[in-house]
C-alpha cells in the first residue's frame, strides 16, 4: 500500500474534479443575504447555450461524474432543461440547487422523470419567519410549495439544503422531521463570509457555543445527513465526523461561474482565486490541470501561525475562505476556530480592510436594502 | 465520500473465491494517481480503490469464471487475496460490484 494516506493524496489534486460546482446564471429572483454569488442579474457575459453543452462535453471527457448546478437561480435560464438533459444523458449526473420558485406540477413532473438527477431545494428557517429573514419575503411559502409539487410527481428523496446560521442551529431536528415528512434528505452546510455574506456573516454565523452544538449534533445524526464534507474545521473539538477532512479548493473540487471563469471554490469568487476561464485555450481542463493557482493550492500547505497549535491536523487550519473574506491570512487561523484563536483577530481586522468580493449582481433595489439592515444589526 | 477502501488481512472464506462478480453496470471506473474513483450513478456512492491492484481486478470480475480466477489471471499473489475478498466484500455492500 501506499505510505501517504488518502488525504495526502487528495491534496496533491486529482486528474479531473469530483465534482465541480457551476453556477449557471447569476440572475435570481431572490435576494438572500448570505448570497455567496452576490447573484441578482444576469450578466450580459454567460455563457451562450453552445458554450455550455461542450463545457458539458469536456467535463464528459474528464469523467466528472457529477456536477452541482447553481447560481443564481438555474432554473431562470430558458435552456435549463436542455442543458440538464444534456449533460444527465451525457453521463454526467447533476445535482441543481433551487429555490423552488420555477417548479410548479408539470416541471416537477418532468424533472421526476429524469434519470441521474438530484435537486437541492434552498431553506434556512424551519419556519417562516426565520427562514424569510435571510432568503426574503415569500421564500419560505415558495420552497414548500415546490418541495409539495416534487412530492406529488414522485421525485424521491430530494435533498432541503440549509445553510447553518445562528438563528437556525436550534432547528436542526426541526428540519430533520420536516425532511423525514417528504421523505427527502437533511443537508447542512456551513456559513461563508463569501459574497453578500462577506457583510451578514458577522451577525449571523453561529457562536462559539453553537458550533460545539452542530458539532454533537452532527455526531449523533452525522452518517443520514448530508454536509458537503463543510464542517471539518469543528474536528479539534473530538472526535473527526465523517467526511473527507481537507480543504478541497482546487484539488477535488472548483467552480464555474456564469461567465465561464473558474475558481479554486465556490466560496471565493474573487481575482485573486481564478484561475482561468473554460472560454481560455484548452478549455477546462487546460485550467484544471495547468493553472498555476491550483498548482499552488495542491502544493503542501503550511500551517503558518497554527503550528503551535495541537489541533491542526484534525481542522487543517479550516477554511481559506472564510479566513479571505474576514481578513485574516490564510497561514492562521478560520475566523471560526473552535480553540477561540480566530475570534479575536477577526476583532482586530481594521473595519473596511477585509478583501471585498470582486463582482456584485446584486440587484440594486433600495427595497432589498431596507430589509437587510435590521439582520445586519442584530449582531 | 464515504467508504475508503483499502486492503486488509483477515481469514480467507473459501466460498467467497468460488464466487462470480462483476462490476455494476452503472458504476464508472475513472483512473486517478492513487488507483481510481469509483461512482455508482443509481445510489450516486462514491469509492475511492486505493490500490491500482485493486482497479485491476475490479475491471476483470466479469472476464473470468470467479473472484479465484480473476486473481490469479490479474497477477495478485495469494498471500494478498484474504485482503482482497474483504475489500471486495465492502465494494459489494457498496453495490460498485455485484455477483452475477
Redesign the interface.
Known amino acids: 500500500m501506499p505510505a501517504e494516506t488518502l488525504a495526502d493524496q487528495m491534496k496533491a489534486g486529482l486528474d479531473a474534479p469530483i465534482c465541480l460546482t457551476w453556477e449557471l446564471t447569476y440572475a435570481c429572483n431572490l435576494a438572500c443575504v448570505h448570497c455567496l454569488s452576490s447573484s441578482g442579474r444576469r450578466d450580459p457575459r454567460e455563457l451562450t447555450t453552445a458554450e455550455a453543452r461542450a463545457v458539458i462535453d469536456e467535463l464528459r471527457a474528464m469523467q466528472v461524474f457529477y456536477v452541482n448546478i447553481g447560481g443564481g437561480e438555474p432554473m431562470i435560464r430558458q435552456d435549463f432543461f436542455e442543458l440538464v438533459e444534456h449533460a444527465t444523458t451525457s453521463g454526467v449526473g447533476v445535482k441543481f440547487s433551487t429555490n423552488g420558485a420555477f417548479i410548479d406540477a408539470a416541471k416537477a413532473r418532468r424533472l421526476a422523470a429524469m434519470d441521474y438527477l438530484d435537486i437541492q431545494l434552498s431553506l434556512d428557517g424551519a419556519d417562516k419567519a426565520t427562514n424569510d429573514a435571510v432568503r426574503g419575503a415569500g421564500s419560505y411559502a415558495t420552497v414548500r410549495r415546490a418541495m409539495d409539487h416534487l412530492a406529488a410527481a414522485g421525485f424521491g428523496p430530494f435533498k432541503i439544503s440549509v445553510v447553518v446560521t445562528r438563528h437556525n442551529v436550534a432547528q436542526l431536528d426541526a428540519f430533520t422531521a420536516l425532511a423525514a415528512g417528504y421523505g427527502a434528505q437533511l443537508r447542512i452546510t456551513r456559513l461563508r463570509p463569501a459574497g453578500r455574506g462577506a457583510e451578514t456573516w458577522h451577525a449571523l454565523h453561529p457562536t462559539h457555543e453553537q458550533q460545539v452544538q452542530v458539532y454533537r449534533w452532527l455526531l449523533d445524526h452525522g452518517e443520514s445527513v448530508l454536509t458537503g464534507d463543510s464542517f471539518f474545521h469543528l474536528n479539534a473539538l473530538g472526535d473527526p465526523l465523517p467526511g473527507l477532512n481537507l480543504c478541497g479548493a482546487g484539488r477535488v473540487v472548483c467552480l464555474i461561474d456564469p461567465v465561464g471563469d473558474v475558481y479554486a471554490c465556490p466560496f471565493v469568487i474573487h481575482d485573486e482565486f481564478r484561475a482561468g476561464s473554460v472560454r481560455d485555450p484548452g478549455g477546462f481542463a487546460a485550467v484544471w490541470r495547468t493553472s498555476e493557482l491550483f498548482r499552488s493550492l495542491r502544493e503542501p500547505t503550511n500551517p503558518g501561525a497554527c503550528a503551535s497549535c495541537g489541533s491542526y491536523d484534525a481542522c487543517q487550519g479550516g477554511c481559506m475562505a472564510a479566513k479571505f473574506f474576514t481578513g485574516l491570512p490564510l497561514d492562521g487561523p478560520d475566523p471560526e476556530c473552535v480553540s477561540g484563536h480566530g475570534a479575536p483577530l477577526v476583532a482586530a481586522v481594521a473595519a473596511g480592510s477585509a478583501p471585498r468580493p470582486s463582482m456584485d449582481h446584486s440587484k440594486p433595489v433600495p427595497v432589498t436594502l431596507g430589509r437587510r439592515r435590521p439582520l445586519a444589526l442584530q449582531g | 465520500?464515504?467508504g475508503?477502501l483499502?486492503?486488509a488481512s483477515t481469514s480467507l472464506p473459501a466460498a467467497e473465491l468460488a464466487r462470480a462478480l462483476e462490476l455494476h453496470p452503472q458504476v464508472?471506473v475513472?483512473?486517478?494517481?492513487?488507483g481510481a474513483?469509483a461512482?455508482h450513478?443509481g445510489n450516486?456512492r462514491?469509492v475511492?480503490l486505493?490500490?491500482p491492484d485493486v482497479v485491476k481486478v475490479v475491471e476483470a470480475l466479469a472476464d473470468h469464471a470467479d473472484l479465484a480466477a480473476t486473481l490469479r489471471a490479474c497477477g495478485v499473489a495469494e498471500a494478498r487475496w484474504p485482503g482482497f475478498v474483504k475489500a471486495l466484500a465492502q465494494l459489494e455492500r457498496s453495490e460498485i460490484i455485484r455477483a452475477r
Do not use: G
Open positions: 465520500m464515504r475508503l483499502s486492503e464508472a475513472r483512473p486517478e494517481p492513487f474513483l461512482y450513478y450516486r462514491l475511492f486505493r490500490h
